[in-house]
């Protein structure tokens, strides 16, 4: 299993990057200026887009596994990949997502606490309503790791 930066033909992940954030132009807005890693473990499992938002906090802006490989570990050793590679240049490691059973669990496993929210984000953001396990995304919650 090796994980490696993504440098060129990012979108080439678009069917990944599309499970975490399903409006396209939403992921255009971090795309180039973030730094994308893949995880390839016999095929490609995992990915992530993370960016420098200023005083020591790194963000997470997009996390992915492929449907098949979930609930194998591969996201959880991308968010130790992170860790390892980042924790010593920078302070917070942060996640904003929806407030949804299929994504709060996953990073409080991985030792993410609830910091911040900002209302009405999905709603004014995204062109269409977003629901996951039948619930409308409304805010984004913000979710922080101390690194
Ligand atoms: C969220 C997601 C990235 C998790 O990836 P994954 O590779 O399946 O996660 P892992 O197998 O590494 O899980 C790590 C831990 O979190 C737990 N976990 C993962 N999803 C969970 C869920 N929905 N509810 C409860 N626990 C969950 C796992 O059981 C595991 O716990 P363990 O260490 O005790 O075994 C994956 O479900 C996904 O790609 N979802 C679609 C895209 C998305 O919503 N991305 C996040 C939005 S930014």
């Known amino acids: ?22 409006q396209e132009d939403m992921i255009d807005r971090y795309l ?4 994308m890693y893949i995880l390839d473990d ?3 499992k995992c990915e992530c887009v993370i960016t420098d938002e200023g005083n020591g906090v790194l963000e997470i802006k997009n ?3 492929a449907p098949e490989s979930q609930g194998k570990g591969y996201a959880k050793c991308m968010i130790d990949f992170l ?7 920078y302070s917070i490691l942060q996640v904003g997502t929806g407030d949804s059973p299929l994504t709060i669990p996953f990073y409080e496993k991985c030792g993410f606490v609830r910091s911040h929210s900002i ?6 953001n995204y062109d269409h309503p977003i629901y996951e396990c039948g619930v409308q995304l409304i ?9």
Do not use: N
Not at 83 to 89: L, M, N, Q
Not at 119 to 124: L, R, V
């Open 1 to 22: 299993m090796k994980i490696a930066e993504v440098k060129e033909h990012k979108k080439e992940y678009l069917d990944l990057l599309l499970l975490a954030d399903e």
């Open 32 to 35: 180039d200026r973030g730094k």
């Open 42 to 44: 016999d095929g490609v």
């Open 63 to 65: 996390i992915a596994t």
């Open 83 to 89: 860790v390892s590679t980042y924790g010593s240049r």
């Open 119 to 124: 209302p009405g984000f999905f709603t004014e």
């Open 139 to 147: 805010d984004m919650v913000y979710l922080q790791k101390k690194l």
